[in-house]
């Protein structure tokens, strides 16, 4: 068994950190000794913490699937990513010239289509998730693209936007009889 290499050093120590892996001195590991120290505690632990947060993980057996598999948000190439956010930015173009097919790069609606569907699988790429959803305003559109997110991102976006309700101001109507006075000076 042994750890996939698509996980990083730093989403490594995460894991310890939100499963509670008792390991002396993790954050001093390199990432070789790290995957080691990881998997000697897995082999000597019953169960762990289960997190309903980020990774969903409920049990061991889980986290050792998702340790020894290829890290499903690094699964781009950056030759790959750079063709996807190029796609991604010829598709804010479209939208950003008034929804119109012939100042853009796309020959017609089906390629338009076509790419717009390629780029809605890469939504944890934050240009990609504004380009669908600028996209998706699109009065031509009959049916909208969804955007694919891992749920660590649909709860990362989720807390962000609670937290923006949270600070926005308030407007509040109280209906009633109210007394105003003025003092004159």
């Given at each position: 068994m042994?750890?996939?290499v698509?996980?990083?050093?730093?989403e490594?120590?995460?894991?310890?950190?939100?499963?509670?892996?008792?390991?002396?001195?993790?954050?001093?590991?390199l990432?070789k000794?790290?995957?080691?120290a990881?998997l000697y505690k897995?082999?000597?632990?019953?169960d762990?913490?289960?997190?309903?947060d980020?990774?969903?993980?409920?049990n061991?057996?889980?986290?050792?699937?998702y340790l020894?598999t290829?890290?499903?948000?690094?699964?781009l190439?950056?030759?790959?990513?750079?063709?996807?956010?190029?796609?991604?930015?010829?598709?804010?173009?479209?939208?950003?010239?008034g929804?119109?097919?012939t100042?853009?790069e796309?020959?017609?609606?089906?390629?338009?289509?076509?790419?717009?569907?390629e780029?809605?699988?890469?939504?944890?790429?934050p240009?990609?998730?504004?380009?669908?959803t600028?996209?998706?305003e699109?009065?031509k559109?009959?049916?909208?693209?969804e955007?694919?997110?891992?749920p660590?991102?649909?709860?990362?976006?989720e807390?962000?936007e609670?937290l923006?309700?949270?600070?926005a101001?308030h407007?509040?109507?109280?209906?009633g009889?109210f007394?105003i006075?003025?003092?004159?000076v």
């Amino acid at each position: 068994m042994k750890i996939h290499v698509s996980h990083s050093r730093k989403e490594l120590l995460e894991l310890c950190e939100v499963f509670e892996l008792d390991i002396p001195n993790y954050k001093e590991l390199l990432k070789k000794d790290l995957c080691q120290a990881i998997l000697y505690k897995l082999s000597t632990i019953d169960d762990i913490k289960p997190d309903n947060d980020f990774y969903y993980i409920e049990n061991k057996q889980e986290l050792i699937e998702y340790l020894t598999t290829p890290n499903q948000s690094k699964n781009l190439t950056i030759k790959e990513k750079d063709k996807i956010m190029l796609i991604a930015k010829k598709i804010i173009a479209y939208v950003n010239n008034g929804y119109w097919l012939t100042t853009s790069e796309f020959d017609d609606w089906d390629n338009l289509m076509k790419k717009a569907n390629e780029v809605a699988r890469y939504g944890d790429i934050p240009t990609c998730r504004r380009a669908i959803t600028l996209l998706n305003e699109d009065l031509k559109m009959d049916k909208k693209i969804e955007i694919i997110l891992s749920p660590r991102v649909k709860k990362q976006i989720e807390k962000k936007e609670a937290l923006k309700k949270k600070l926005a101001g308030h407007f509040q109507v109280k209906k009633g009889r109210f007394i105003i006075t003025f003092d004159l000076v």
